[in-house]
């Protein structure tokens, strides 16, 4: 397998589930600013689309979305827990999980990464964001992780959209069972690993 990312994108989330799924796999750097891989090739060639995560499988089918692209990674390793079982309630709300990032956080974030953004947008974002992140904060009263004491797909997400916080100012000490989850998380030695191999830490 192949996976395309950009350092720090919401790609981070599918590194991360590779690593814990122990998946033999190889990274290849896509920025979004130039999509030009590291040997020259132009990245629309490879993916029309131009954005990340990008997995390409041995048989040369692809995936270009994190939320399915993390749910097949946690199918190739079953043993490794990263999903409930198909067909479950749990892996209902593992959907739940991933489709909420993507819609009330991951989308909400985007506009403020955008120069042009008018301001009042911007601050209708972070106000819309906090609200989330207090609702989320809520859910993680007494857990580990976001169902429960296992560690699955759905925590590699929140954790690499919460991280983008820094980058636009949102504080997120208000939220303590959030901070406390997030050191948790960022602790794992895939999400070290990850980050690691993006660049992102030393």
Same mark, same amino acid.
């Given at each position: 397998?192949?996976l395309?990312y950009s350092?720090g994108?919401?790609? *981070?989330?599918?590194?991360?589930?590779l690593l814990?799924? /122990? *998946?033999? @796999?190889?990274?290849? !750097?896509?920025?979004?600013? #130039?999509?030009?891989?590291p040997? +020259?090739?132009? $990245?629309y #060639?490879?993916?029309?689309l /131009?954005y =990340?995560?990008?997995?390409t499988?041995?048989? /040369?089918r692809s995936l270009? %979305?994190?939320p399915a692209?993390?749910?097949?990674?946690a199918?190739?390793?079953p043993?490794?827990?990263?999903?409930?079982?198909?067909g479950t309630?749990?892996r $209902?709300?593992?959907?739940e999980?991933? #489709?909420?990032? +993507?819609?009330?956080?991951?989308k909400t974030?985007?506009?403020? @990464? =955008?120069?042009?953004?008018?301001?009042?947008?911007?601050?209708?974002c972070l106000?819309?964001?906090?609200?989330?992140?207090k609702?989320v904060? +809520?859910? *993680?009263? +007494?857990?580990?992780?976001?169902?429960?004491?296992q560690f699955?797909?759905?925590?590699?997400?929140?954790f =690499?959209?919460?991280?983008w916080?820094?980058?636009v100012?949102?504080?997120?000490?208000?939220?303590?069972?959030?901070?406390?989850?997030?050191?948790?998380v960022? !602790?794992r030695? !895939?999400? =070290?690993?990850a980050m690691?191999? %993006?660049?992102?830490i030393k």
């Open positions: 397998m192949k395309y350092p994108a919401c790609s *981070l989330s599918p590194h991360i589930a814990e799924a /122990g *998946l033999t @796999f190889e990274a290849i !750097a896509a920025p979004t600013k #130039t999509h030009k891989l040997d +020259g090739t132009d $990245y #060639t490879i993916n029309p /131009g =990340v995560p990008f997995l499988l041995d048989d /040369g270009h %979305e994190g692209i993390v749910q097949y990674i199918d190739q390793a043993d490794k827990n990263l999903a409930p079982a198909n309630y749990e $209902y709300k593992l959907q999980w991933l #489709t909420f990032i +993507g819609t009330e956080l991951h974030f985007s506009p403020l @990464f =955008v120069p042009t953004t008018p301001a009042e947008t911007k601050a209708a106000e819309r964001m906090q609200s989330r992140l609702w904060d +809520g859910e *993680l009263a +007494g857990k580990q992780y976001l169902m429960g004491d699955t797909v759905a925590d590699g997400y929140l =690499v959209v919460t991280n916080a820094q980058y100012n949102l504080d997120l000490t208000p939220y303590a069972n959030l901070v406390a989850y997030r050191a948790r960022a !602790a030695p !895939a999400v =070290v690993a690691k191999a %993006e660049g992102l």
